[in-house]
C-alpha cells in the first residue's frame, strides 16, 4: 500500500481503472483502454462503500431460531459452522450442504469456492449468481466457437468498427465509459444500431434503433438473416472456409419472411432491411447481445441467431470484426472459468470429462473418484433449498438472491427452510438478515486479486487501505473452514499463491491462465487468456486463424423461435421487463447505501407509456400496482414515450414492496438454465 494505488472499480464487467489514496479518493486512469480517464457515478463515489454506516464487522449468529442475529467470536462462527455442516454431511450425505458463489469475487476466490465445495465438503452442490447473467451467451459461444470469452477482441475495436448491432443492451447506463468507444466510431463515420424494446440513453444515440416486442429477438435475427440471404449478402467463401452446418440454418430461416417477422416482433420491415443492409455495407462489424437478448427462456437459442447473422456475413474471426457478448459483473468472465459453475472444473473443464477430472484431481492433490459430479443450475439449486431431496444448508459469497432471484419470495421461503445458511458480505443485505450465521468480509479495496474484464484480460485489482478491525477475507474464512474440515489440499489465505495454484489447475484448458503472472498483469496492463506459457504473448483476438473446434470452424445452429414462456391475456395483457438504471447496481446492497446514488435514483419506478397509463387510470408519479400470476410490486409511474405502449420496464434494484423479482416468473432455458427474467404477463392498476 503506498500513497496512491492504480487499482479497477468494485462493480461492473468493464473493470474501469481508477486509482485511490490511502484516503480513499477516486480518480480515474488514463492508461486503462477500457476508460482511459471516464467513470461513471457509480466508479466516482466507489469510495463510499468503504464507510457505509452499517459495515459488517464482526461475525453474527442467530441462537435460536426466530431469534435475533448476535455478535460472536470468529471461532465461536467458524467452528459452529464447521461441526453442523460435519453432521448434516454425515447424517444426510455431502449433497445435503451446498454453496453459491458470486461473479463479482475475483479468480482467486471463485476458483477458492469452487474446490471449497469439491473437495473440502465433496458437495456437487454449486452454482452462481452468473447462471443469471451470462450463461445464455456463454452456451452459444461454447456450441458455436467451442470457446466463450466476452468481446471478441480489445475494447478498443468498437472505435475502429464500421457498424455495431447491440442487441439488448443499454451500455449508456450500464457501462457509461463504453460510450466513448461508440462515439469514437461515430466521429470516424461509422453507425450504431441498437434492439431494445424501449427508447433508452443508448437507443437515443443510435443511427438505427429497432423496438421489438419482448422475447422475439429470435424471430428479427433470424429475419434478418433472411434478408441477407435474399439481398445477397452471404459472405460464400467464408461460409464455406470457415463455418460448417449453414444449410440446416438456410433451410430454417427461409420461414423467416420479413412480414411474417414484421407481425412476430412489431418491428417494421423498412428497418430490418436498413439494419441488414447497413451491417453488410460495413468491412469491420460487430455483433454484441447483452441481457435483453439473454434473458429468455430461449435465451442460448437468440443468441445463436446473432452468431448465425455474424457467421453468414463472414464476421467472426475477422480482426475488429465478430460476435461478443457484452458481460456483466466485475468479475463476469473469470468467475465463469473457475469452477463455481455446477458443471465446471477450472480452466472452463467439465466436471464430466474424465480427463480434465483427473488434471484438476492432481493439482489439488485427491483421488479424481472422490471429486463429485455436476449438480443444480442455480434457480434449480435455490428451489431445490429445505426440500426432502434438496440441501439442507447453504454457504453464499456474493449475492443477494433476495432481491436478485426470480420469483424471489419462494427462494425467501426456500431459505428460511434450511436448517442452516451461513452468508458472507460486507453490508447487511436482505439476504444476510435471513442468515443463522453472517461472516464480515473484507471488500474490494482492502485486499488484492485478479479479475477477468468483458474483452477477456486478467487485471490486477490491488488493496490500496487497511481493511477494518474485525473482518476477513473470504480466502481466510475458507480456509478456516478448510481446516476445521479436515480437508485435503492447500488453502493459502495469499491471493498471490492462490493464483499460482489457479494457473496451474487452469493449464491446458480452454481458459488457460498458466503463462499469466501477477507481474506480466503489471508489466504488460493486463494479459489476456488464453495464455499457455509465460512467454506467450496472450490471446486479444482467439479467432483469428482458427475456431477452437474439433474441425477448426465455426458452427451454425438452425434455431426456431417459440417466443416467451408466459404470453400476454386478458388477466394479465401487459408485457413487463425488468432490467437497470445508471445509479444503482444489481440487488441494491452496495449502491442503495450510497447517498449520492440514493439522491440520483431513490426509489423503485414503473415506466410505462402515456397512453396505457391514461387507459389504466395511471398519472405521472402515482403508485402503480404491477401484478403477475407469481405476486405483486409497487412502483411510482413514469410516463415515457420511449416504451412500447405493450410493454413496461422495472428496475430490480430494490427489495420489499418494490421489489421487481416479486413478479419474474421461472422458466429456463433448457440449455443454460438462464430464467426469464426479461418478460412475463402482468396487468397494472393504481396502487391503494
Ligand atoms: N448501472 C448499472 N450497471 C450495471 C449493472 C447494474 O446493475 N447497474 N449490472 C451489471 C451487470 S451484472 C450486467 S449483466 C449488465 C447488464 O447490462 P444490460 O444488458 O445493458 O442491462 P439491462 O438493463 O439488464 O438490459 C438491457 C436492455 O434490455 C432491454 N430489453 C428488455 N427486454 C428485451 C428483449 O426482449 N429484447 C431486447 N433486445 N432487449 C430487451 C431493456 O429495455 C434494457 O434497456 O450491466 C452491468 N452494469
Ligand atoms: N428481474 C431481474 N433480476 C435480475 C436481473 C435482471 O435483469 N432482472 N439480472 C440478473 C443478473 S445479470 C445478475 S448478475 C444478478 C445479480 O444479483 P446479485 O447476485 O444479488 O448481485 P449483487 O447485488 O451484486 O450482490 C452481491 C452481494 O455480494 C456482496 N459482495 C460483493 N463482493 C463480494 C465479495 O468479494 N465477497 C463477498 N463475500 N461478498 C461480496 C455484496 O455486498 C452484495 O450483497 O441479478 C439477476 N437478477
Ligand atoms: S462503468 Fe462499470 S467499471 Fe466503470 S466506473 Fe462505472 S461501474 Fe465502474
Ligand atoms: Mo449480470
Given at each position: 500500500m503506498t500513497g496512491t494505488t492504480p487499482t479497477h472499480c468494485p462493480y461492473c464487467a468493464l473493470q474501469c481503472g481508477m486509482t485511490l489514496t490511502r484516503d480513499a479518493v477516486v480518480a480515474p486512469r488514463d492508461d486503462v483502454p477500457a476508460n482511459r480517464g471516464g467513470l461513471c457515478q457509480k466508479g466516482w463515489s466507489a469510495a463510499e462503500l468503504l464507510t457505509v454506516p452499517d459495515r459488517l464487522t464482526t461475525p453474527l449468529v442467530r441462537r435460536a431460531r426466530g431469534g435475533p442475529l448476535e455478535p460472536c467470536t470468529w471461532d465461536e462462527a467458524l467452528d459452529m459452522v464447521a461441526a453442523r455442516l460435519r453432521a448434516l454431511a454425515a447424517a444426510h450425505g455431502p449433497d445435503a450442504v451446498a454453496v453459491f458463489g458470486g461473479g463479482g469475487l475475483t479468480n482467486e476466490k471463485a476458483y477458492q469456492l469452487g474446490k471449497f465445495a469439491r473437495i473440502a465438503l465433496r458437495t456437487s452442490q454449486i452454482d452462481y449468481n452468473g447462471r443469471f447473467c451470462m450463461?445464455?451467451?456463454?452456451?452459444?459461444?461454447?456450441?458455436?466457437?467451442?470457446?466463450?470469452?466476452?468481446?471478441?477482441?480489445?475494447?478498443?475495436?468498437?472505435?475502429?468498427?464500421?457498424?455495431?448491432?447491440?442487441?439488448?443492451?443499454?451500455?449508456?447506463?450500464?457501462?457509461?465509459?463504453?460510450?466513448?468507444?461508440?462515439?469514437?466510431?461515430?466521429?470516424?463515420?461509422?453507425?450504431?444500431?441498437?434492439?431494445?424494446?424501449?427508447?433508452?440513453?443508448?437507443?437515443?444515440?443510435a443511427d438505427l434503433h429497432l423496438q421489438p416486442t419482448p422475447g422475439t429477438d429470435l424471430a428479427l435475427a433470424n429475419g434478418?438473416?433472411?434478408?441477407?440471404?435474399?439481398?445477397?449478402?452471404?459472405?460464400?467463401?467464408?461460409?464455406?472456409?470457415?463455418?460448417?452446418?449453414?444449410?440446416?440454418?438456410?433451410?430454417?430461416?427461409?420461414?423467416?419472411?420479413?412480414?411474417?417477422?414484421?407481425?412476430?416482433?412489431?418491428?417494421?420491415?423498412?428497418?430490418?432491411?436498413?439494419?441488414?443492409?447497413?451491417?453488410?455495407?460495413?468491412?469491420?462489424?460487430?455483433i454484441l447481445t447483452a441481457r435483453g437478448a439473454e434473458q429468455h427462456a430461449q435465451g442460448v437459442d437468440t443468441v445463436s441467431a446473432f452468431i448465425n447473422l455474424a457467421l453468414a456475413l463472414g464476421l467472426p474471426g475477422t480482426e475488429g470484426s465478430g460476435y461478443g457478448c457484452v458481460t456483466g459483473q466485475g468479475n463476469g468472465q473469470g468467475g465463469r472459468e473457475h469452477g463455481q459453475k455446477a458443471d465446471q472444473l477450472p480452466g472452463y473443464r467439465r466436471i464430466d470429462d474424465p480427463a480434465a477430472r483427473a488434471h484438476v484431481a492432481g493439482v489439488w492433490g485427491v483421488d479424481p473418484a472422490d471429486l463429485p459430479g455436476p449438480g443444480r443450475s442455480a434457480y434449480e439449486l435455490l428451489s431445490a433449498l429445505g426440500t426432502a431431496d434438496g440441501p439442507r444448508a447453504m454457504l453464499l459469497f456474493g449475492s443477494n438472491p433476495v432481491v436478485s432471484a426470480p420469483r424471489a419470495s419462494a427462494v425467501e421461503e426456500r431459505l428460511d427452510a434450511l436448517d442452516l445458511l451461513v452468508v458472507a458480505d460486507f453490508v447487511p443485505s436482505e439476504t444476510v438478515r435471513r442468515a443463522d450465521v453472517v461472516l464480515p468480509t473484507a471488500q474490494w479495496a482492502e485486499e488484492s486479486g485478479t479479475m477477468t474484464n468483458l474483452e477477456g484480460r486478467v487485471l490486477r485489482r490491488r488493496q490500496a487501505v487497511p481493511r477494518p478491525d474485525g473482518v476477513r477475507t473470504d480466502l481466510e474464512i475458507l480456509a478456516g473452514l478448510a481446516e476445521r474440515l479436515g480437508a485435503p489440499g492447500a488453502w493459502s489465505t495469499d491471493p498471490a499463491a492462490v493464483f499460482d495454484e489457479l494457473r496451474a489447475a487452469s493449464a491446458g484448458g480452454v481458459a488457460d491462465y498458466a503463462g499469466i503472472t501477477y507481474r506480466r498483469i503489471?508489466?504488460?496492463?493486463?494479459?489476456?487468456?488464453?495464455?499457455?506459457?509465460?512467454?506467450?504473448?496472450?490471446?486479444?483476438?482467439?479467432?483469428?486463424?482458427?475456431?477452437?473446434?474439433?474441425?477448426?470452424?465455426?458452427?451454425?445452429?438452425?434455431?426456431?423461435?417459440?417466443?416467451?414462456?408466459?404470453?400476454?391475456?386478458?388477466?394479465?395483457?401487459?408485457?413487463?421487463?425488468?432490467?437497470?438504471?445508471?445509479?444503482?447496481?444489481?440487488?441494491?446492497?452496495?449502491?442503495?447505501?450510497?447517498?449520492?446514488?440514493?439522491?440520483?435514483?431513490?426509489?423503485?419506478?414503473?415506466?410505462?407509456?402515456?397512453?396505457?397509463?391514461?387507459?389504466?387510470?395511471?398519472?405521472?408519479?402515482?403508485?402503480?400496482?404491477?401484478?403477475?400470476?407469481?405476486?405483486?410490486?409497487?412502483?411510482?409511474?413514469?410516463?415515457?414515450?420511449?416504451?412500447?405502449?405493450?410493454?413496461?420496464?422495472?428496475?430490480?434494484?430494490?427489495?420489499?414492496?418494490?421489489?421487481?423479482?416479486?413478479?419474474?416468473?421461472?422458466?429456463?432455458?433448457?440449455?443454460?438454465?438462464?430464467?426469464?427474467?426479461?418478460?412475463?404477463?402482468?396487468?397494472?392498476?393504481?396502487?391503494?
Open positions: 450463461s445464455s451467451a456463454a452456451a452459444a459461444s461454447n456450441r458455436a466457437f467451442g470457446m466463450d470469452r466476452g468481446l471478441p477482441g480489445p475494447i478498443t475495436d468498437v472505435a475502429a468498427a464500421d457498424v455495431l448491432l447491440l442487441a439488448g443492451g443499454n451500455v449508456a447506463e450500464t457501462m457509461p465509459p463504453f460510450m466513448r468507444h461508440v462515439a469514437r466510431l461515430k466521429e470516424a463515420g461509422g453507425a450504431l444500431v441498437v434492439i431494445d424494446p424501449r427508447r433508452t440513453p443508448t437507443a437515443r444515440q434478418l438473416l433472411h434478408l441477407a440471404m435474399t439481398e445477397g449478402m452471404l459472405d460464400k467463401d467464408y461460409i464455406a472456409e470457415r463455418t460448417t452446418g449453414f444449410d440446416a440454418v438456410r433451410t430454417v430461416v427461409n420461414g423467416y419472411w420479413p412480414e411474417r417477422v414484421e407481425r412476430i416482433t412489431g418491428v417494421p420491415v423498412a428497418h430490418m432491411r436498413e439494419a441488414v443492409r447497413m451491417l453488410a455495407a460495413g468491412r469491420r462489424s460487430l503489471e508489466d504488460e496492463g493486463g494479459v489476456f487468456w488464453p495464455c499457455p506459457s509465460e512467454d506467450h504473448p496472450g490471446t486479444p483476438r482467439p479467432f483469428l486463424d482458427r475456431f477452437p473446434t474439433p474441425d477448426g470452424r465455426a458452427r451454425f445452429v438452425p434455431v426456431e423461435h417459440r417466443g416467451p414462456a408466459e404470453e400476454v391475456d386478458a388477466e394479465y395483457p401487459v408485457y413487463l421487463t425488468t432490467g437497470r438504471v445508471l445509479a444503482q447496481y444489481q440487488s441494491g446492497a452496495q449502491t442503495r447505501r450510497v447517498p449520492e446514488l440514493v439522491k440520483a435514483s431513490p426509489e423503485p419506478f414503473v415506466e410505462l407509456h402515456p397512453d396505457l397509463a391514461e387507459r389504466a387510470g395511471i398519472a405521472e408519479g402515482d403508485l402503480v400496482a404491477v401484478r403477475s400470476r407469481r405476486g405483486e410490486a409497487v412502483g411510482r409511474a413514469r410516463l415515457s414515450d420511449a416504451i412500447r405502449a405493450d410493454t413496461i420496464f422495472m428496475p430490480f434494484h430494490w427489495g420489499g414492496r418494490g421489489r421487481a423479482n416479486s413478479l419474474t416468473g421461472t422458466a429456463l432455458d433448457p440449455t443454460s438454465r438462464m430464467p426469464e427474467f426479461k418478460v412475463c404477463a402482468a396487468s397494472i392498476s393504481p396502487a391503494d
